[in-house]
């Protein structure tokens, strides 16, 4: 019996489930998608490209039927859905049939406009206050998707504290079966993910670069990890349009003291 349950297994090998970001050039790269439940880091500097990457995320995730939650506490809720809807993002719909939510993590409900959302932290410093909208608002929505913009808002004042931040998080996160992404602020000259063992708490980074390389910025993405599958290890050139990131899986730009190449792989 203990053989046929070998070989059971064996000719049945465990199928690992993937959520499949459909940002162009990005599965590719992950060999397929975030392995479901995942908690990944999107890191990187200012401008570099993280909220839309993971604004992008949800929309593909709500056109996909795996409704959403986005967490604002870097820009007011009216702003967030003003720059999606720039990219043809225009969530407002699937939150009216209660399939998409923002959380307004920023206002801390002042202001007229504030009034009017319905997830509201009242004390955006309270990371317990906002574990628990971000539940209801999880609930609510039965979303599958996640995103919280930016965790370093969260540790900003007490850096000691990130990483056990992350770890409720991701207890919160995973365990309510959602894939999510944690969007982690980094200086120009940082080398790091942003906060100290938030890296080793995440099943997942993704790194995004700007490089000045003769009188031009340049972008790339690389992923230093994610649990549970391969993925590419090079860093790959990416391009924001009108239509989103797109990401240039076959192609990896090499950088060598302040001279950038991009070679087709
Ligand atoms: N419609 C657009 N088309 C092309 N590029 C755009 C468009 N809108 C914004 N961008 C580029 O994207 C950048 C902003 O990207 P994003 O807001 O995702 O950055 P970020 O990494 O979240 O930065 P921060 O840490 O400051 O919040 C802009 O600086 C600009 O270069
Ligand atoms: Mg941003």
Same mark, same amino acid.
């Given at each position: 019996? %203990? =053989?046929?349950?070998?070989?059971?297994?064996?000719?049945?090998?465990?199928?690992?489930?993937?959520?499949?970001?459909?940002?162009?050039?990005?599965?590719?790269?992950?060999?397929?998608?975030?392995?479901?439940?995942? @908690?990944?880091?999107?890191?990187?500097?200012?401008?570099?490209?993280?909220?839309?990457?993971?604004?992008?995320?949800?929309?593909?995730?709500?056109?996909?039927?795996?409704?959403?939650?986005?967490?604002?506490?870097?820009?007011?809720? @009216?702003?967030?859905?003003?720059?999606?809807?720039? $990219?043809?993002?225009?969530?407002?719909?699937?939150?009216?049939?209660?399939?998409? %939510?923002?959380?307004? =993590?920023?206002?801390?409900?002042?202001?007229?406009?504030?009034?009017?959302?319905?997830? @509201?932290?009242?004390?955006?410093?309270?990371?317990?206050?906002?574990?628990?909208?971000?539940?209801?608002?999880?609930?609510?929505?039965?979303?599958?998707?996640?995103?919280?913009?930016?965790?370093?808002?969260?540790? /900003?004042?007490?850096?000691?504290? %990130?990483?056990?931040?992350?770890?409720?998080?991701?207890?919160?996160?995973?365990?309510?079966?959602?894939?999510?992404? /944690?969007?982690?602020?980094?200086?120009?000259?940082?080398?790091?993910?942003?906060?100290?063992? @938030?890296?080793? %708490?995440?099943?997942?980074?993704?790194?995004?670069?700007?490089?000045?390389?003769?009188?031009?910025?340049?972008?790339?993405?690389?992923?230093?990890?994610?649990?549970?599958?391969?993925?590419?290890?090079?860093?790959?050139? $990416?391009?924001?349009?009108?239509?989103?990131?797109?990401?240039?899986?076959?192609?990896?730009?090499?950088?060598?003291?302040?001279?950038?190449?991009?070679?087709?792989?």
């Amino acid at each position: 019996m %203990a =053989a046929g349950l070998i070989v059971g297994l064996r000719s049945m090998p465990y199928q690992l489930e993937r959520v499949k970001t459909g940002i162009p050039g990005f599965d590719e790269i992950l060999d397929g998608g975030i392995p479901r439940r995942n @908690v990944v880091l999107i890191s990187g500097g200012p401008g570099t490209g993280k909220s839309i990457l993971s604004q992008q995320y949800l929309w593909n995730g709500l056109r996909a039927g795996e409704n959403g939650v986005y967490v604002a506490l870097e820009e007011h809720p @009216v702003q967030v859905r003003v720059n999606m809807a720039q $990219f043809g993002w225009d969530v407002k719909p699937y939150e009216r049939e209660g399939s998409f %939510a923002i959380v307004d =993590a920023f206002t801390g409900g002042i202001g007229e406009a504030a009034k009017r959302e319905k997830y @509201v932290v009242r004390d955006p410093t309270d990371v317990g206050l906002l574990i628990d909208v971000l539940k209801e608002a999880i609930r609510d929505t039965g979303a599958q998707r996640v995103v919280i913009d930016s965790v370093s808002t969260l540790y /900003l004042t007490k850096p000691s504290v %990130a990483r056990s931040v992350v770890m409720m998080l991701k207890r919160v996160l995973s365990g309510m079966g959602t894939t999510s992404l /944690l969007v982690s602020q980094v200086s120009v000259t940082e080398r790091g993910f942003g906060g100290p063992g @938030v890296e080793h %708490a995440a099943d997942g980074i993704v790194r995004l670069d700007l490089d000045e390389v003769d009188g031009e910025l340049k972008r790339s993405l690389i992923v230093w990890k994610m649990r549970g599958t391969r993925h590419s290890m090079r860093r790959h050139p $990416f391009e924001i349009t009108s239509k989103g990131i797109v990401v240039y899986h076959d192609k990896v730009l090499k950088l060598d003291r302040g001279r950038a190449r991009e070679e087709s792989i």
